[in-house]
């Protein structure tokens, strides 16, 4: 068998009371369990001795000195103490008793009034009793904890729910206006390839050959258009399903720059002009050339489509370092103050261009290209006066 000891201070400024304790915890039967008592005048001592747990029960007496046994047992019992604490008294009060419960003593023992069977039963059932509370305790921490746990989760689900819903209704709004866009830019071109294709029919004769020319041009430039708006669409869907790749390699810039100045001077109006100022006949740069070429076909486009005829726009070019620095200017109408926060933003078109044709995704993709290569883009802008784009493209 097991032998378990069990440690009782008394607390008490009367030593007789200690000795005749002392006597009735020798009386005890031993039945497995062994009892051994200290006693302690001094209320600091005790104090230290309960805040310390150092002993499995208390017995304090109802008078101690100045103090008084009913408020250091309930302030015990407010500091936490989980060992059990039992009230001794000189007066078979009920009152006194009803005190020591509120007070939160475990059990009331009259002096003179218990004996050894008596004094191990009321510590045996107070310590039980003294168990009983802390696993009561630790339960309801344990269900607290699993409440706020559990609140935690249904917070986060319901956080999540809230911004799937809010997801799907900005995937609802932006097929809406997909749809609107895509029937507005499409309609464009199809009917100018529709008629200039009914008007060819008509031209059958040899010296109708420049009216027939003038038409088959309007057809490539229609068919051109909606080339552009597919591949901007194909753009941003692989862009944002995470299939677009990055694929460095070496480059001449100076030579990027000239070939997309000559392939979008058929986009020029009359007497529009792009002069490229560059920092010599060669800059040699690792990147991707696709993605960059994108990049500044997009800027560059935007450029002459919102400027007028007769102006002339600068495309410079600088390296510092490991960083590459392209301003793109242009003096068209500009980006009203109020709405340049959204200029990067999915179909978003100024208010001031929609008499331009465009799908509103352009510097969108812009961005999501930027922000693929590791670069930055700002730009600065004012309504009649003109845009220039800044960007920075590091050395990949």
Not at 359 to 370: A, D, P, Q
Request: glycine residues 6%; proline residues 3%.
């Amino acid at each position: 068998m097991i032998e378990q000891q069990i440690s009782i201070l008394l607390i008490d400024d009367d030593e007789e009371d200690y000795l005749i304790l002392r006597d009735v915890v020798e009386d005890i039967p031993f039945r497995g369990t062994r009892y051994t008592v200290e006693w302690t005048p001094d209320i600091k001592q005790a104090w230290e001795a309960v805040k310390s747990g150092s002993y499995d029960v208390y017995l304090v007496d109802y008078l101690l000195g100045v103090h008084d046994g009913l408020t250091f047992i309930r302030k015990a019992v407010e500091e936490g103490c989980i060992q059990p604490l039992i009230l001794l008294t000189g007066q078979n009060d009920p009152s006194i008793d009803e005190q020591a419960m509120l007070a939160g003593a475990a059990d009331y023992l009259v002096k003179g009034r218990f004996d050894a069977d008596q004094l191990e039963r009321a510590v045996r059932y107070s310590m039980q009793h003294a168990k009983n509370l802390y696993e009561i305790k630790l339960l309801n921490e344990y269900l607290e904890k699993r409440v706020e746990e559990r609140t935690r989760q249904l917070r986060e689900a319901y956080q999540q729910v809230k911004q799937a819903l809010e997801k799907e209704k900005e995937l609802n709004e932006l097929k809406s206006r997909f749809v609107a866009m895509a029937s507005h830019e499409f309609r464009t071109p199809l009917s100018a390839i529709l008629s200039s294709a009914s008007l060819i029919a008509r031209y059958d004769k040899t010296e109708q050959q420049p009216q027939r020319l003038k038409h088959v041009q309007r057809i490539q430039k229609s068919v051109q258009s909606l080339n552009a708006i597919l591949n901007e669409f194909l753009s941003l869907s692989k862009i944002e399903e995470g299939k677009e790749s990055v694929q460095p390699k070496s480059i001449d810039i100076v030579a990027l720059v000239a070939d997309l100045r000559e392939e979008l001077t058929p986009l020029c109006k009359e007497n529009q002009h792009i002069v490229c100022k560059m920092p010599g006949d060669t800059l040699a740069w690792t990147q991707d050339e696709r993605i960059l070429k994108n990049i500044l076909t997009n800027l560059l486009s935007n450029a002459l489509k919102y400027s007028e005829k007769d102006v002339e726009l600068q495309v410079q070019v600088d390296a510092a370092g490991e960083k590459l620095r392209i301003e793109v200017r242009d003096y068209g109408i500009g980006i009203p103050q109020e709405e340049q926060k959204y200029v990067f933003s999915r179909f978003f078109r100024a208010g001031n261009a929609s008499n331009v044709s465009g799908t509103g995704l352009g510097l969108h993709i812009v961005k999501k290209y930027v922000d693929l290569i590791g670069g930055d883009i700002a730009f600065q802008s004012r309504e009649n006066e003109g845009t220039v784009f800044y960007l920075t493209i590091p050395r990949l």
